[in-house]
């Protein structure tokens, strides 16, 4: 089972203070658990391990043989929660340089991401590397209006159907949106795309084991029905109300002890890049869920110990308004032992022999001991293995604590009003018919404030 571990932390949060956080974690759970509580209508996540549809399951199964028969490049058109999951899975759960691995070694397709910026060098570089082989494209949305991966589908649209005519690039593009509603649904039916359903009561953010990530994902090579035995293990596990069993309940309350104790920054530390892209995600579904109403913990990201020779000196020694929880992982999926080089200079000839994991784990070590000398909180949360089943698992388990965490907060987990500011203000200055009296608004104030 993943573990929660807060042994290092027991300066900063007696058992006693959990213990008094329980009830409210407790109430959370049950409440989660049964469809109710502050943004009810999203809580399709939590049965979804067990309730997803099996006939689309099969179909994504089918698309993601077709896709991986014909194409070179899988283009993934989403942001935010509709591409993060996926990324999250597919970095995690593939050869770290499949980018540049031939072909043959590759397993399937590359999976490439699009609309997740405005950069025009990105998507016409992106563009560049499309002319290297066969393209499918899955353009996800549940909106359908997000101006990124619209604009982004745009530009793909258009290539896909110069480059293999308007019936060719229908068998090519797959679309992912709401069941019935939005300008995606609309055009892919209009096209003939074939379509999958983002359910209406699970957010972007909480999608990943919808088809909004299982596509992207199969198309990859992963076996997406061990992701979903993992979180349906999860699901079955995460909800016992027992506050001393439960990792999910525990992570919550810790984290929330530690932010009313000023400790306002949550630092995700991961000792292996297969675990960039799952900080991402996790800083999204955190960021996103419980950043709001003046309230929420700021959830930042490091990869160590690449970063211990960056931010390691801050986190070690700057200001103290941070805690740091490690995404550790129990087993390494390959081994590698350090050679031995008689005479060299390098004084490591006592690591000799020994796995380079050895180092790597007593990195982490040596860094948790290091921090918590520093004064900064260390909870540490433990992943047996790297495997699709235990990514199910631990994308459960994060989902439930975040929508517990955020009951304990307070806020609605499962809105995100704030995300509507900058595009409102984007469409204004672009000139979006419907804005004129916000964009003279905002040119007089860039013009007073000297911008
Ligand atoms: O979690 C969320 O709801 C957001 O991050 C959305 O996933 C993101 O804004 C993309 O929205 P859409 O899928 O409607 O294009």
């Not at 109403?293 to 200001?319: C, E, K, W």
């Not at 203000?425 to 404030?449: D, Q, T, V, W, Y």
Request: with cysteine; hydrophobic share 40%; net charge negative.
């Amino acid at each position: 089972m993943l573990t929660f571990d807060m042994s290092l932390a027991g300066r900063w949060i007696g058992e006693k203070e959990m213990e008094r956080m329980a009830p409210a974690a407790q109430a959370a759970l049950a409440a989660l658990l049964a469809g109710e509580g502050p943004g009810s209508d999203f809580l399709g996540w939590v049965s979804w391990p067990d309730a997803y549809d099996r006939d689309e399951f099969d179909r994504i199964l089918r698309t993601a043989e077709t896709i991986r028969r014909n194409s070179d490049f899988l283009v993934v058109v989403g942001i935010g929660g509709s591409y993060l999951g996926a990324r999250a899975a597919i970095d995690l759960l593939t050869h770290s340089q499949r980018a540049s691995l031939p072909r043959e070694r590759r397993d399937g397709p590359l999976v490439v991401y699009a609309g997740h910026n405005l950069s025009p060098a990105w998507h016409a570089e992106l563009l560049d590397l499309l002319e290297t082989g066969e393209v499918s494209v899955n353009v996800i949305s549940k909106s359908g209006t997000t101006t990124e991966p619209a604009a982004a589908f745009r530009i793909l649209k258009a290539y896909m159907e110069r480059r293999y005519g308007r019936e060719g690039a229908r068998s090519r593009i797959f679309a992912t949106t709401d069941a019935a509603r939005g300008a995606l649904r609309t055009l892919a039916d209009a096209e003939g795309y074939e379509t999958f359903r983002i359910p209406d009561d699970i957010g972007g953010r909480f999608s990943v084991l919808t088809a909004v990530g299982l596509l992207p994902i199969a198309a990859a090579g992963i076996d997406i029905g061990e992701i979903l035995r993992g979180a349906s293990d999860a699901r079955a596990a995460l909800a016992d109300p027992d506050f001393g069993r439960n990792p999910a309940l525990r992570y919550a309350a810790a984290r929330n002890c530690l932010l009313r104790k000023g400790y306002g920054v949550e630092i995700l530390a991961n000792y292996d890049p297969a675990l960039h892209s799952v900080t991402e995600w996790w800083k999204q579904l955190f960021g996103e869920s419980e950043g709001k109403d003046g309230r929420g913990l700021f959830p930042a990201g490091v990869d160590f110990s690449t970063d211990l020779h960056s931010m390691g000196q801050y986190i070690q020694d700057g200001r103290r308004f941070l805690f740091e929880t490690v995404l550790q992982v129990e087993t390494s999926r390959r081994s590698l032992s350090i050679p031995d080089d008689p005479g060299s200079l390098d004084g490591l000839d006592f690591l000799a022999g020994r796995d380079l994991e050895e180092v790597n784990r007593k990195a982490l070590q040596g860094t948790a001991l290091a921090h918590v000398d520093g004064d900064v909180p260390n909870l540490a949360v433990r992943v047996p293995a790297l495997t699709p089943y235990w990514f199910g698992w631990m994308v459960y388990f994060f989902e439930m604590a975040c929508g517990v965490s955020g009951h304990l907060l307070g806020v609605n987990p499962f809105d995100q009003p704030g995300v509507e500011a900058y595009k409102r203000n984007m469409f204004a200055l672009l000139g979006k018919p419907g804005f004129e009296r916000e964009r003279e608004a905002l040119e007089a104030r860039m013009a007073g404030e000297g911008n």
